[in-house]
T-cell receptor, first 113, second 114 residues
Framework: NAGVTQTPKFQVLKTGQSMTLQCAQD?????MSWYRQDPGMGLRLIHYSVGAGITDQGEVPNGYNVSRSTTEDFPLRLLSAAPSQTSVYFC????????????FGPGTRLTVT | QQQVKQSPQSLIVQKGGISIINCAYENTAFDYFPWYQQIPGKGPALLIA?????SEKKEGRFTISFNKSAKQFSLHIMDSQPGDSATYFC?????????????FGTGTRLTIIP
């Protein structure tokens, strides 16, 4: 199993550009989520999904869109990038029971200039 | 509003010593408390977790101590080794029929010196 994979690993965007961060998992996990990690802020939940076709907002959803057309994939879209979205983004997945381990991807470091 | 407060922000411990990281929470509905370890350049990985029906859980050199009345829990790393140098996050969540969301602390950067 590859686990949770994320692409790209690094990305630089100009303000106003759009892009999609890709996330895929091969563990047949129903629950997938996106976090951003900023210094001194820990990990903050952006959006999450409990299954294909179902998504919901987390703590910091503004400026981000998600969709979940398959169990395996959960892309995160930035429609109009802003410098405040400079961060490290992590995708994670787990089975639906929250007491099970959440598996994180390796992260995408995004810089918006 | 930070629902899970973690301290200290950074910690330096000598090799062989005990590392202690503390977390406090407000939401008494939290019923799952994991600790995650993040090696630089990697995503966080589950280290150990506890439910509030026990006061302590030990796995090797890692122990979670849980104080329900004080709404606090802590991670103890015994015989700390240079390989333990990483950022540690506490977290908490509430059972919600598969809809649970983990709330993370702000992280502690642990450095073990020889």
């Amino acid at each position: 199993n590859a686990g949770v994979t994320q692409t790209p690993k690094f990305q630089v965007l100009k303000t106003g550009q759009s892009m999609t961060l890709q996330c895929a998992q091969d563990m047949n996990h129903e629950y997938m989520s996106w976090y951003r990690q900023d210094p001194g802020m820990g990990l903050r939940l952006i959006h999450y999904s409990v299954g294909a076709g179902i998504t919901d907002q987390g703590e910091v959803p503004n400026g981000y869109n998600v969709s979940r057309s398959t169990t395996e994939d959960f892309p995160l879209r930035l429609l109009s990038a802003a410098p405040s979205q400079t961060s490290v983004y992590f995708c994670a997945s787990r089975v639906t029971d929250h007491s099970y381990e959440q598996y994180f991807g390796p992260g995408t470091r995004l810089t918006v200039t | 509003q930070q629902q899970v407060k973690q301290s200290p922000q950074s910690l330096i411990v000598q090799k062989g010593g005990i590392s202690i990281i503390n977390c406090a929470y407000e939401n008494t509905a939290f019923d799952y408390f994991p600790w995650y370890q993040q090696i630089p350049g990697k995503g966080p990985a589950l280290l150990i977790a506890i439910r509030p029906d026990v006061s302590e859980k030990k796995e090797g050199r890692f122990t979670i101590s849980f104080n329900k009345s004080a709404k606090q829990f802590s991670l103890h790393i015994m015989d700390s080794q240079p390989g333990d140098s990483a950022t540690y996050f506490c977290a908490a969540s509430v059972s919600n029929f598969g809809n649970e969301k983990l709330t993370f602390g702000t992280g502690t950067r642990l450095t073990i010196i020889p």
